[in-house]
């Protein structure tokens, strides 16, 4: 899809300023035969920043933080009520701040992804909001550490952090189109209750996992639609012992890891399991319903997410399907609640204390980038001239991952949105082969991304340049000051 077809309605401001807004051109909004409302154009109210972050999810919070701590006077717009995006509502885990050394021996224990991603944690840290690394015991080929964390306290650690850093928050805010100037983006459309309003910049980064802005502002892309959707649920007045026993009696465990739960160490954060191994009823209705076996907690009564995956026919950017999946979805949430209360001791009394406020997915549109990482690019561990960051952790493992137990790098190019200027991408937006995906698309490789592309978002903007013009060795001094570890 192109800027034309995304972008219908282009309105002229009076600032003499083109905007992308789009009109109807989600699939699912389509007109009644001989029905239309000729939208007219209005004057906004605007505001001046140096750099606009949209999304305030795994990789926006992170974006944001870098951005600021640079200096920028810098916006977040972000929907929801709160930070975090999929990292609070979708997954398990953040993977992975170390590279998998215990898969590969010999290889030397190091940390690979610090910096902003690490400082979280060590915040969270602070309030028992995250298990820490804590070391896989069992199914380390997987990952050499699983890092839990409690979803509503990161939430609240983040929102601190962005205020400490004197972010300008916009929640419960919609970004909804985009402002042009040729191939420079100018501003952004938000809308909250507040009204309709623009947000103009220097620079700008797309953390909206969807690629809406991205899309707005005339980025090509492509929506593979090759991920199943989920709901991820937060279970209370559950038994983590009772479950790992359940696994263990049955030879079905999978992955263990032990940190600190409930304030002590050593403690059971993370299971997983062979569903064929286990009684034939629990393992057909969990298959029936996509609920995956893993999870992690930092509590001893909470599992912290249990997965309800869904298939969609078409990709989530189209509104009707995604309505129908979220109903099928919340179904399903229903019934594995049904299956843990039947089938697991200790989960008799279980129920569901959180729930996504909508569907999480793992890749809408993938927005074209001036490189794209290859799945080779991942496997063999290869690094760039322009290397932002050090990832080592491939979600198919232990069949696919990185040669040796090493890093492969992202390079800058590969968060810089094609044919624009002054606009980047960071997290589950970019890469378009789903093996290397699944090692990009990752919490804590969106978090490193996040840091490099919102630190060189304000570098651009102090500097008045577009996002290529910025000279690399300055990037790599302002990412190395800021404690993010490179291999290359
Ligand atoms: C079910 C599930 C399980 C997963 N499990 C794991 C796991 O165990 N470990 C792991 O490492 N990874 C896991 N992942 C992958 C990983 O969590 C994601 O790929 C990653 O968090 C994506 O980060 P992001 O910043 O790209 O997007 P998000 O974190 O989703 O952030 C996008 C943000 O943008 C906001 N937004 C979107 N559109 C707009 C708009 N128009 N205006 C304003 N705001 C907007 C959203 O509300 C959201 O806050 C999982 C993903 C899913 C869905």
Known sequence: ???????????VLAMGVRTGIAEGAAAGATDQPGTHYEEPARKLPAREFDVVVAGAGTAGVVAALASARQ??????????????????????????????WKAFPGVAKRQVVRGIPQEIIERLAKVGGTSGHAEMTKGFDYDSVCTAIDTELYK???????????????????LAGAILDGPRLRGIIAESRA???????????????????????????TEPNDYPVANSIGVANVDVEGYHEFLRSHGALTQVAEGRRS??????????????????????????????LVTTTVHDNYFMFIKLNFKMRVSPTDRDESAKAELELR???????????????????????????????????????????????????????????????????????????GT????????????????????????????????TRNTVCCMGQGQAAGTAAALSAARNCGSRELPYADLRKALEAAGVHFEA
């Open 156 to 174: 609240l650690v983040t929102f601190e952090m962005l205020a400490e850093a004197g972010v300008f928050v916009c929640v419960n805010t919609f």
């Open 408 to 439: 492969y790098g992202v390079p800058f190019r590969a968060l810089c949105v094609a044919k624009t200027e002054n606009l980047l991408a960071a997290g589950m937006l970019i890469t378009s082969d789903h093996r290397a995906h699944m090692s």
């Open 263 to 292: 304030g002590k160490d050593g403690r059971i954060v993370r299971l997983d399991a062979d569903a064929g191994r286990l009684p034939k009823a629990f393992a057909d209705g969990a298959g029936k319903i996509g609920m995956s």
């Open 195 to 221: 009204g309709r309003e623009a947000f103009l910049a220097k620079s700008f980064v797309d953390c909206t996992a969807y690629g809406d802005l991205a899309a707005h502002a005339g980025a090509d892309y």
């Open 71 to 100: 200096g920028a006077r810098t916006v977040l717009v972000e929907r929801k009520g709160y930070p975090g995006g999929t990292v609070v509502e979708g997954g398990t885990a953040l993977h992975s701040f170390y590279n998998l």
């Open 1 to 11: 899809m192109n800027r034309r077809q995304f972008s219908k309605g282009v309105v």
């Open 331 to 405: 179904r399903r949430q229903a019934a594995a609640i049904d299956l843990l209360r039947e089938h697991v001791p200790g989960c008799e009394k279980a129920f569901i204390a959180r729930t996504s406020p909508s569907l999480c997915i793992r890749r809408g549109r993938r927005i074209v980038c001036d490189y794209d990482i290859t799945h080779e690019d991942v496997v063999e561990a290869r690094h760039f001239p322009d290397d932002v960051l050090a990832y080592g952790f491939h979600d198919l493992a232990p069949r696919l991952q990185v040669r040796g137990g």
